[in-house]
């Protein structure tokens, strides 16, 4: 098959790489904003360079999508926190352009990669289904482009009928490569990953449970759907749900109960202060989306996780503590250095533009 991948040098964009590598018999093009250099060592494919959010780029999108197969949409911004209109162009702006794309070329088959993030605050720690509403939570900038991405591909569905459309919600996506990126998500420049070896007790909220799954488990389940042209709605998490004692006891902490609404103030004070990157939005979003019930993926796939939640907790707080990198643009090292480097040319990376 002709595989298109948006967002291919990312978290899960490698490791979907990777996988369809290992299967065999596919030509696949990574579009992406900034290709990987050519000493990476990544399989030989096509690469597009491009930007989402730009409406120039759109005959280029076009044309690395004629004769595709499938498109596999991955592409998403976590940065610059501070700029959400920029946020909302890539991430709803960009899944328009796609669907778009994939329309006027006639691709037959459109993998959205979507997010417990799109689905409506949970009532419980009750597992929800794929019928789980997909409205998001409001009051998180991450969960509202989710939920607002959901709408477009309603809208495709209806209009496009021959299109088959799979939409994938997985819990949050750990490995170990991605701990560099991760840093530069969630902390200050400023911080050197050395202090996540020395942090003697962790302030949160004692009701923290959240679904977690390996990104090698996500792009198993990735070929598998484009192996069976699989419509609709999959989630994907490994068991068993990750909690703050769970986090507390990777890090060598002492978990130390703080109401959620505390730890909220102290992070949405610092983020409007420029102290750290990590919007307020991402505190709500933790407290609110609902576990995954994943029968749907293991019964109609045949997907099963390799990797329990909790070893996907460990293995990406170790890939965090050592900067881990697999040295592609997004995943790339992270150094205290570097960061004080860019900020002092770009600003800091919650509200810096792109070069």
């Known amino acids: 098959m002709r595989i298109v991948i948006t967002g291919a040098t990312g978290n899960v964009g490698s490791a979907l790489v990777r996988r369809l590598v290992e299967d065999g018999g596919h030509e696949l093009v990574g579009v992406v904003r900034r290709p990987p250099a050519s000493e990476v060592s990544f399989p030989a494919m096509e690469w597009v360079a491009l930007d989402l959010t730009d409406d120039a780029d759109a005959e280029a999108l076009h044309a690395a999508c004629e004769g595709a197969d499938a498109v596999v949409h991955l592409a998403w911004g976590f940065q610059p926190s501070h700029r959400e209109a920029h946020l909302r162009a890539l991430g709803v702006g960009g899944t328009g352009r796609v669907i778009d794309a994939v329309v ?22 009750t597992p929800v289904d794929e019928t789980w509403p997909t409205n998001g939570v409001p009051t998180s900038m991450y969960s509202r482009h989710k939920a607002a991405a959901e709408r477009l591909l309603d809208e495709l569905e209806v209009d ?12 949050i996506i750990g490995q170990r490569s991605a701990g560099s990126a991760l840093l530069r998500y969630g902390l200050p420049a400023l911080v050197p990953a050395a202090l996540l070896r020395h942090v003697p007790v962790l302030p949160i909220d004692s009701g923290l449970v959240i679904p977690m799954v390996h990104a090698d488990d996500v792009a198993d ?3 598998r759907v484009l192996d069976a042209r699989a419509p609709g709605a999959f989630n994907l998490a490994a068991e068993p749900p990750v909690t703050a004692q769970d986090v ?23 983020w409007h202060a420029r102290v750290q990157p990590l919007d307020p939005g991402w505190i ?21 996780p390799s990797t329990d939640a909790t070893s996907v907790l460990a293995e990406t707080l170790a890939g965090m ?18 960061g004080l480097a860019r900020a002092l040319r770009r600003g800091p990376v919650s509200s810096r533009r792109a070069p």
């Open 104 to 125: 006027a070329t006639g691709v037959p088959h459109l993998v959205h990669m979507s997010s417990v993030g799109a689905y409506s605050p949970k009532q419980d720690d």
């Open 160 to 171: 496009a009928p021959d299109v088959t459309v799979t939409r994938v919600r997985p819990g």
């Open 221 to 223: 389940a990735l070929s």
């Open 248 to 270: 507390a006891d990777t890090l060598g902490a002492r978990l130390v109960h703080v109401p959620s609404a505390a730890v909220r103030a102290a992070v949405s004070a610092s």
């Open 284 to 304: 709500d979003m933790a407290y609110a989306v609902p576990l995954l019930d994943t029968t749907r993926a293991r019964t109609e796939l045949g997907w099963a």
């Open 321 to 338: 503590q050592d900067t881990a990198s697999s040295g592609t643009p997004v995943l790339r090292p992270r150094t205290v250095t570097g």
